[in-house]
C-alpha cells in the first residue's frame, strides 16, 4: 500500500502535476512574449518528482530546491499568485519581487528555496535536517538536486555527515540528463544513486515520470527517516522538455540535443501518462483529464493575470535588507 | 574585572551564550579537541547534540551551519584557521550574505562563523590571512575584530544573539595575551569602534592584532612628544564611521594598520571615508601600512618583514608629520 494510493489522493497527484505544467507553460509563453524580466528554468516533464515527494511532506518537513524550483514551490503547497507576483518581479510576490525565479521560498510552508548555485541546496538541507534531528518531532529535510549537482563536492561531503548521524534527510537527485548546456552523460561518471552505497545509506534509482513509484520510493525514505533510520538518496531518472533556460537558442550557436530525443521523452510524460492510468483504473472517469487540464490552465491563468500589473517594489524597500536595519 | 586571556574570553562567552539559549549550538572543525583552546570544555559540558565536531568539510559546515539557523538554531560555526573561510565560501557569499533579502526578510539566518587568522606563529601561506575584508565585501555579513580579551567576549556574545550573520575573525597570535574583561554581563554592539588612546597629532585605525602593534609604536612616538589617538572598529564591517570620522576631523593625519594584504585591506576602505567625508581636515596624505600582496612565508625573518610591525607604524606616523599643511 502506498501513500496516496486511494482515488482521492490519486487525484490530488494529478491537479499537483497539472497545476505545475499549466504555471510553466504560463511562464514560457511570457518570457516569449518579454514579460518576464530574468531567466526562467522550467521543470516542464519533470512535475512528477516535485509531486510524488512533497505529497509525502507537510509543512513542517523543509525542503530546499534548485535553480528550476517552481515546480517545488507549488507541490509544497506555495501559492501559484504569489508565485507569479515574484517571478513578475513585483511587491505582491512571495519575496517581495527581491528574489525572483530562481529564489521563491515560502518559509511558512517549509520551503527554504529555489537556489540559483548547482548544489546549492545540499547542505542547506543537510543543515535544516539537523535542525529537524534536534527538534525530535520526526520532520525531515528533503534536498532537491539535479545531475549536474551530483558532480558537486558537497553532495560527497553531506553523504558522509548524514550517514554519521543518521540525519532525517532525503537527497532527491532529479537526473533530467542535463547539467546545463551539456549532456550529463559527458560530464557525470558512474550511477548516481550508487554514490550512497559506500556510505552505508540506502539508495534507489527509479522512473521520475512514474509518479505512483516517486511516491512510493519518498515514501519509504520519508518513513524511514522520520522513524531514526536516517538519509536515502532517490535517483529520479526524468526528461527536461525545454532547454536548460528559456530562450537559449537565442544565444547558443549548436544544439546539444536531438528533437527526436525530446519526443522520445514527450511520449513518456509523466502526466498523460498517469492520467490514461487513471482512466484504465476506473479512478477517473475518461475526458476527467482534459477537463482537469482546462479547469486548472484556467486557474493559472486568472492567477498570473491578477497580479501581471501589480506595482513594483518600491526603491525604498531595500533599506529594509540592510544589516541593522531590523 | 577580572583578567583573561583572549581565548578564555571567547570560551566563556559562548558557555555563556549556551546557557543562556538552549537553540544555540556549536558545530566546527575539532571543537571538542580545540587546538585552540576557545572551545575547550564544551562537549562535555553542553553534550554531543549541541557541540558537534565536524569533518574537515568546510563547504558543507557552512552550508549546514546556514541551513540549521534559517530553520531555526542559533549556529556557531567553528573554521579554525580563517584561510578555511574560502573552502567555505559558497555558503557563505551566496548563500548566508544573499537569503535575507531573496526572501525578503522570511529568512533571517542567526548564525557566526569564527576562525582565528592572522601571522606571527609560521602557519605559512595557507594558515596565516587575515581574510576580513573579503567577507565584508559581501554586504551581507557583520565582521567583527576583537582585539583584545574584554572585546572578544562582548562581540561574540552580540554575535550569538544577532539575526544576521557575522563573521568572528579572532587573531591567531594573540589568543594567550592577557586582558580585563568587565565582571558581570558584558557586551559590546556591533559597528562600535572604540578609542583606545586619545590623542591630538595623528590618528591610527588598527585592527586585531594590530591594535597592540599600534599602541607600541603610540607609546614609543608619545617619548617623542607625539601624541597618538588609536580607534580600533572592532566591526570591519559595517564601519562605525563616526568616530573615525570624528578622530580624523581632531588630528589631521590617518595612518591605518591592518594585517591583511594590501590589495585587500580595510586600509581602501578608511582611506576612501576619510576622503569622501573628512578630506578638507587633512593635513597630509593618508598613510597605510599594510602586509604585501603576497602569500604570508614562513621562515620567521620573512614573515616579521611582511606584516606590519611597530616600526613601520612609527615610520609612517613620522612621514604624517613631515608634510606640510596647506
Redesign the interface.
Known amino acids: 500500500m502506498i501513500p496516496n494510493s486511494t482515488a482521492a489522493g490519486s487525484l490530488d497527484l494529478l491537479r499537483t502535476m497539472l497545476t505545475i505544467r499549466k504555471a510553466e507553460e504560463r511562464l514560457a509563453g511570457d518570457f516569449k512574449a518579454g514579460l518576464l524580466p530574468g531567466p526562467v528554468h522550467l521543470y516542464i516533464g519533470q512535475e512528477a518528482v516535485a509531486t510524488g515527494v512533497c505529497a509525502q511532506l507537510d509543512d513542517c518537513d523543509w525542503i530546499t530546491s534548485t535553480h528550476r524550483g517552481h515546480g517545488h514551490f507549488l507541490a509544497k503547497g506555495g501559492d501559484p499568485k504569489a508565485m507569479f507576483a515574484e517571478i513578475y518581479g513585483r511587491s505582491t510576490g512571495i519575496c517581495g519581487g527581491f528574489g525572483g525565479s530562481m529564489h521563491v521560498a515560502d518559509v511558512s510552508k517549509g520551503i527554504l528555496g529555489a537556489n540559483g548555485i548547482v548544489g546549492g541546496g545540499v547542505a542547506l538541507a543537510a543543515g535544516a535536517a539537523l535542525a529537524a534531528q534536534l527538534d525530535g518531532e520526526g520532520h525531515v529535510g528533503v534536498c532537491f538536486f539535479g545531475d549536474g549537482a551530483a558532480a558537486q563536492g558537497v553532495l560527497g561531503e553531506a553523504l558522509n555527515i548524514a550517514a554519521l548521524w543518521k540525519l532525517p534527510l532525503i537527497l532527491v537527485c532529479e537526473n533530467n540528463g542535463f547539467s546545463e548546456f551539456s549532456p550529463s552523460s559527458s560530464v557525470i561518471a558512474g550511477d548516481i544513486f550508487r554514490r550512497a552505497e559506500p556510505y552505508g545509506i540506502q539508495s534507489v534509482r527509479i522512473d521520475g515520470n512514474d509518479i505512483e513509484a516517486v511516491a512510493e520510493a519518498a515514501g519509504a525514505a520519508v518513513e524511514r527517516a522520520r522513524n531514526g533510520g536516517g538519509c536515502t538518496l532517490i535517483e529520479a531518472l526524468t526528461y527536461r522538455i525545454h532547454g536548460h533556460v528559456e530562450g537559449e537558442n537565442a544565444f547558443l550557436k549548436t544544439r546539444y540535443r536531438e528533437d527526436e530525443e525530446v519526443d522520445s521523452w514527450r511520449l513518456k510524460d509523466p502526466i498523460s501518462r498517469y492520467g490514461r492510468l487513471l482512466e484504465e483504473r476506473g479512478d477517473i472517469a475518461v475526458g476527467k483529464l482534459s477537463e482537469l487540464e482546462e479547469s486548472i490552465g484556467k486557474m493559472i491563468n486568472d492567477a498570473a493575470d491578477a497580479v501581471a500589473d501589480d506595482p513594483y517594489p518600491d526603491s525604498a524597500s531595500l533599506d529594509r535588507h540592510e544589516l541593522g536595519a531590523s | 574585572m577580572t583578567r583573561k586571556r583572549l581565548i578564555h574570553a571567547i570560551n566563556d562567552a559562548l558557555v555563556e551564550e549556551m546557557e543562556r539559549d538552549e537553540r544555540v ?1 556549536l558545530i566546527g572543525e575539532d571543537v571538542g579537541a580545540s587546538i585552540f583552546g576557545d572551545t575547550r570544555g564544551l562537549l562535555a559540558r553542553f553534550g554531543p ?2 557541540v ?1 565536531d ?2 574537515i ?1 568546510e ?15 542559533r ?1 556557531v560555526c567553528h573554521l579554525m584557521y580563517a584561510n578555511f573561510i574560502y573552502t567555505a565560501f ?2 557563505i557569499a ?2 548566508a550574505a544573499r ?9 533571517r539566518l542567526p548564525v557566526v562563523f569564527m576562525a582565528a587568522g592572522g601571522g606571527g606563529r609560521s602557519n605559512a601561506g595557507q594558515h596565516s590571512d587575515y581574510p576580513h575584508m573579503p567577507v565584508a565585501s559581501l ?4 565582521v567583527a575584530t576583537p582585539s583584545c580579551s574584554a572585546d572578544a567576549k562582548g562581540l561574540l556574545k552580540t554575535a550569538i544573539r544577532t539575526d ?1 550573520p557575522v563573521f568572528f575573525l579572532q587573531p591567531t597570535s594573540r589568543g594567550g595575551e592577557m586582558g580585563d574583561i568587565p565582571d558581570g554581563e558584558h557586551i559590546v554592539p556591533l ?1 562600535s569602534a572604540k578609542v583606545l588612546r586619545s590623542g591630538d597629532d595623528v590618528t591610527i585605525v588598527a585592527v586585531g592584532a594590530m591594535v597592540r602593534v599600534a599602541s607600541r609604536a603610540a607609546e614609543a612616538l608619545a617619548e617623542d612628544g607625539i601624541s597618538v589617538e588609536i580607534v580600533d572598529p572592532r566591526t570591519s564591517y ?1 564601519l562605525d564611521q563616526d568616530t573615525i570620522i570624528g578622530s580624523v576631523r581632531k588630528t589631521g593625519r590617518l595612518v591605518i594598520v591592518d594585517e591583511a594584504r594590501s590589495a585587500g585591506s580595510i586600509a581602501n576602505q578608511v582611506a576612501a571615508l576619510v576622503a569622501e567625508k573628512a578630506f578638507s581636515s587633512l593635513k597630509a596624505p593618508i598613510v597605510p601600512v599594510t602586509t604585501r600582496d603576497l602569500a604570508i612565508a614562513y621562515a620567521p625573518p620573512l614573515e616579521k618583514a611582511m606584516i606590519p610591525d611597530a616600526d613601520r607604524v612609527v615610520d609612517a606616523v613620522r612621514m604624517t608629520l613631515r608634510e606640510i599643511a596647506p
Open positions: 549550538i547534540d549541541r558537534r565536524m569533518p568539510s563547504a558543507l559546515m557552512s552550508g549546514m551551519a546556514v541551513g540549521a539557523s534559517a530553520a531555526g538554531y549556529v559558497d555558503a551566496n548563500q537569503l535575507r533579502l531573496m526572501t525578503n526578510g522570511q529568512i554586504g551581507g555579513v557583520y544576521d559597528v559595517p
